[in-house]
């Protein structure tokens, strides 16, 4: 008989394996010597060993299912039970069943991971369709189309991005919460399809209305310059009408603008012209400019009257310059000469006015009196020493000469 701590052979090759205090009868190798015997059937506890080993290894790695390996690892301690093998049957048996524990726990615990992520995927799908909806609920009036179509793609490609990605949603949930997406996308896209009809018609409206205008903007060209003010009303009936579509409004606006242009290119010409016939004009100007600077040099003040005289009337009849600009700047330096001249006669019909002469001797009378009085005054005070009499009355007495010397006396 050949025995080892876990098995036994008996001379018939009976086989057994030790259970505890026991020996069970695994089966019999008569054909061979006892040491294959037992070999045979420790390479059978082997087996089983190398599959506990590999639920072990598949249970750690990550993302197998626990649920899964929960039905092999239940056969396999069954089989390692009644097992016809030679080894430590009792600690495979032990590990089979810690296996069996920690999927049980494993298993409860990606449930609960399977539910929080369905309920995370029906949030996160709700919140897809609310804003789906949200969009469909907008005035199509005040959306941007271009914007709200990106808007609502990229939700769409959130949604199939959960759909491929995400776990499985219940049915129900799935199916209730795709209607509502669906619907929401068939609004907007109704909106659209209405908002770009209604738009067509507007456009349509503002073409023809527009091109009533460039017509009547063309019919203009006849009349030059004078055709101007009514160009600049119809360009405000322009501006009013409202966009035909940028295709339209471009081609239309070229037409149009080339009709003002064809008007003010001839009020243009006429200003070239006119700016070419004031050239001789501008150099009269020039020279009367020239002339006028012995004005405010002459002295006597009917001769620089005379002379400014003669040099205005000359002035008008040259007439007017252009451009504009010339004109004002030659009309501002003889005006200024105009405003010194001015000046004087001012000066001099105040000074010989009676009654402004008649008041300025009244008041040379006054000033000299007060003068007498003060210079006393002062004569008084210097004679008593008093310092502060002294200095109000020579105080008094600069004030009244100064006044007298203003009016001329």
Do not use: C
């Not at 876990?6 to 205090?21: K, L, Q, Y």
């Not at 789906?132 to 709200?148: F, L, M, S, Y």
């Not at 001839?266 to 001789?280: D, F, G, M, N």
């Amino acid at each position: 008989m050949l025995e080892t701590d876990w098995g036994r052979v008996a001379s018939d090759g009976t086989v057994s394996v030790r259970e505890g205090e026991t020996w069970r009868v695994v089966g019999q190798y008569p054909d061979g010597d006892p040491q294959e015997a037992l070999g045979y059937y420790q390479r059978k506890y082997a087996d089983l060993a190398g599959e506990v080993g590999l639920l072990e290894a598949r249970l750690r790695r990550a993302g197998v299912s626990a649920s899964d390996l929960r039905g092999p690892a239940t056969a396999l301690r069954a089989r390692i039970a009644d097992a016809a093998a030679v080894g430590d049957l009792a600690s495979l048996d032990v590990r089979v069943a810690a296996l069996v524990g920690d999927l049980q726990q494993a298993s409860e615990a990606q449930a609960q991971e399977a539910r929080e992520a369905v309920e995370a995927a029906i949030a996160e799908r709700t919140t897809l369709v609310v804003a789906a909806e949200a969009i469909a609920a907008r005035d199509p009036r005040t959306v941007q189309w271009k914007q709200a179509t990106t808007q609502l793609q990229e939700l769409f490609d959130s949604w199939q991005s959960q759909q491929q990605n995400g776990p499985r949603l219940p049915k129900g949930v799935s199916q209730d919460l795709w209607k509502r997406f669906r619907d929401a996308r068939a609004a907007v896209d109704r909106h659209r399809r209405e908002f770009y009809a209604e738009l067509d018609e507007v456009h349509k409206a503002a073409r023809d209305r527009k091109v009533q205008l460039v017509e009547r903007a063309e019919a203009l060209a006849s009349r030059g310059e004078d055709g101007i003010a009514d160009y600049r009303n119809l360009l405000d009936q322009w501006k009013a009408a409202g966009r035909a579509g940028k295709k339209a409004d471009d081609s239309l606006w070229i037409r149009f603008k080339a009709a003002g242009d064809a008007l003010y290119g001839a009020r243009s010409a006429r200003e070239t012209a006119e700016v070419e016939a004031s050239r001789e004009k501008i150099d009269a100007k020039r020279a009367l400019l020239d002339e006028a600077k012995a004005v405010p040099a002459e002295r006597d003040l009917a001769s620089a009257r005379r002379l400014l005289t003669g040099i205005q009337r000359r002035w008008d009849e040259i007439g007017r310059v252009y451009p504009r600009d010339t004109e004002r700047g030659l009309d501002d330096q003889l005006r200024a000469i105009e405003q010194e001249v001015r000046g004087r006669e001012d000066v001099d019909w105040k000074r010989n006015d009676p009654e402004q002469k008649a008041r300025a001797n009244d008041m040379t009378r006054q000033l000299t009196d007060a003068i007498e009085k003060l210079e006393a005054e002062l004569a008084a005070a210097k004679a008593t020493g008093d310092k502060r009499a002294i200095a109000e009355a020579s105080e008094a007495l600069e004030a009244r000469k100064g006044w007298l010397r203003a009016i001329g006396g």
